[in-house]
């Protein structure tokens, strides 16, 4: 008799298949089909879970951007000088840019629903494209309090700082680059210079 899995093995199953398909075809061209095909379950099960395909690319923007802002958050953790987080923070960001920029374009060029969850109610104004771009804004604003906070960094908006700290790490996808010829270790050297000084220690 086959295993029933656990219901966060068949919402696993279904991101990572949803993920695959829309990377493979695109949103706009995947159809629920495809990815109950993918996941091998039903349509009716795909929706014991996600309430449509939005509705799915909604919980991919969430885990993407819970684990990248993980990564940032890590990666300044793990050094012990205050230039070393921001520089640490910046190569993390390009490194986890490049690695799933497939993956991130398809996800947040497709931007459904007005940037809002399709369910209604508040809860919907915590998740999907805006919810995501504001977790990774977090974790760099977290950075930069903790920064100011032990005097080593000069910060007099921290909030506006980290959204142009955030806005800055898309010259890593080359999506944003246009027919610049420009290197990930110069932008990231760049980067790490451009945000040092945002914070007073250049």
Do not use: N
């Not at 923007?61 to 940032?72: C, P, R, T, Y």
């Not at 977090?138 to 909030?159: F, M, P, Q, R, S």
């Amino acid at each position: 008799m086959p295993r029933t899995k656990p219901a966060d093995e068949r919402r696993a199953d279904l991101l990572a298949a949803g993920a695959e398909i829309f990377m493979a075809k695109g949103v706009a061209a995947a159809t629920l089909d495809d990815i109950t095909r993918r996941a091998g379950v039903s349509k009716g099960l795909f929706y014991q879970y996600f309430p449509s395909k939005d509705g799915l690319v909604f919980a991919l923007q969430e885990k993407f951007a819970i684990e990248f802002a993980a990564h940032v958050t890590t990666a300044a953790a793990e050094r012990s000088d205050w230039p070393g987080k921001l520089d640490a923070a910046v190569l993390v960001c390009c490194e986890h840019f490049r690695a799933e920029e497939k993956l991130h374009d398809v996800l947040f060029q497709h931007l459904p629903g007005a940037h809002a969850d399709p369910r209604e109610g508040p809860a919907a104004q915590e998740l999907g494209h805006t919810a995501a771009h504001h977790r990774l804004v977090e974790a760099i604003a977290a950075l930069l309090t903790a920064g100011v906070a032990a005097g080593a960094y000069h910060v007099e908006d921290v909030e506006a700082t980290a959204v142009l700290f955030f806005t800055t790490m898309h010259a890593f996808d080359r999506a944003f680059r246009h027919d610049y010829r420009l290197s990930d270790d110069r932008l990231v050297r760049a980067t790490q210079r451009l945000v040092r000084g945002a914070v007073g220690l250049i």
